[in-house]
């Protein structure tokens, strides 16, 4: 969901979602970020499916024992 339009004040802002209408509109980090993240919704679920599936396989699973051996290590 990327929209280019610039000639409605009716559209929320296309950082953080507020449809204020106000011209003169500054974003608040932590709506922008909420926002972000429901539009980017489907894409995370996605990779978590795939990240989740990635971690059953054989690469996954040598991955896994890779990181939590690297992380005692580093220790
Ligand atoms: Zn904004």
Request: net charge negative; charged share 25%; glycine share 4%.
């Amino acid at each position: 969901m990327s929209t280019h339009s610039t000639n409605s004040s009716q559209l929320p802002c296309p950082t953080c979602g507020l449809s204020s209408g106000a011209e003169s509109h500054v974003c608040e980090l932590e709506i922008a970020l909420d926002w972000r993240m429901l539009e980017l919704r489907d894409e995370i679920e996605d990779f978590e499916r795939a990240f989740w599936s990635y971690l059953e396989t054989a690469h996954g699973t040598f991955a896994q024992w890779l990181a939590v051996r690297r992380r005692s290590h580093a220790a």
